[in-house]
């Protein structure tokens, strides 16, 4: 999300991506032993508000049902920093991306840092995994790579005018050139990259301001553009990674998703009219399967990531509410009706789940 510009003054500088800590398929190394006190719950890495210098990262326990509301400070004995953009885990690590701090903090399970990688003047936006290394995107353009066995920078390539969206799929990085600084001039490509050259191999053309994207099984990257927030609308694509073309546009204003096995639970937000919604569709047969997930009459008002667990379909929204005061977590059953809710941190848009016997991060 563009300078996390998702509180009313600064989406009048145009609204920027709602990350949620959606993952992208990729290889990952043999997870280490999780503490016993973090094997079974959710992270919440809240972003605050832009120049507050108040994200914070939370960490809610499903055994205990108890959640730490600012883990980091708790362990570090200092803030997260300002504008927390991206949570993911790989291995035993997690990594958090915090863009207006210009920082990747490195942490283990319990919330510790183990190092603080500066990224000075890059803006770094999103994160992703590919054969032991950590590849973020970054608002001057750049692809950063980082060793994840040393934490050490081991080189860039400029991918295009504001990268957004990361992922890998086929063997391949794919990012969103979103262009969001840039108006009315937004980027309008997807890059592939080639990790073994570390080089850009192709652009894809996808319509313009290109956002958040997720690979699919290893063979389809999935793809939002948030057009002009005007005249040109949000739309969802779908590239096939074999042949790196646009196979199918979708024609609805998705604004965020994440995909567990074949289904993809997809969003839209509208900031003008604050109308919402939130829809199953079956990425077998492009098929909506599901008009409105929520069937009890539980209301969101302002839904702002999502996650799902794999082992048992459970659906994690969260809530920004007005974007400056502390948001909500909505969890639900798999059939979409409301188990629990709680407080958490302002602007909660990074959700990512530990559990027993899987990484969330794993498609």
Known sequence: MMKKILT???FLLLVGLIGLSASCHRPQPTPEPIPDSFANGLYILNEGVFQMNNSTLSY??????????????????????????????????????????????VLRSDGTSIKAIALTGKEPRYIAFYHNKAYV????????????????????????PNPEGICACNGKLYVSNSGGLNNPNYGHT??????????????????????????????YVYLVTRGDYGDVPYNFLKIDAQTDEVVKTYDMAVLNFTINDHYAYIYHYDFYTYDSWIKVMDLNTDEIVSENFITDGTQIETPYGICVNPLNGDVFISDALSFSVSGKIYW????????????????????????????????
């Open 137 to 160: 995107s970054c608002f001057d353009g750049d692809v950063v790579k980082i060793d994840t066995a040393t934490l050490e920078i081991d080189g860039s390539v400029h991918s295009g």
């Open 8 to 10: 009313p003054c600064l």
């Open 190 to 219: 997807v890059s592939v990259i080639d990790p073994n050259t570390f080089s850009v191999t192709k652009e894809i053309e996808v319509g313009i301001n290109p956002g958040i994207l997720q690979s699919y099984r290893d063979h």
């Open 332 to 363: 639900f059953d798999k059939g979409g009706k409301l188990k629990k809710s709680f407080t958490t941190g302002i602007n909660p848009g990074h959700l990512l789940l530990n559990t027993p016997v899987e990484d969330i991060t794993l498609r």
């Open 60 to 105: 809610y326990n499903f055994d205990t049902g108890e959640i730490s509301q600012d883990l980091f400070l708790q362990q570090n004995g200092r803030g997260l920093g300002d504008t927390g953009n991206d949570l993911q885990r790989y291995g035993s690590k997690l990594y958090c991306v915090v863009n207006n701090s210009n920082t990747l903090e």
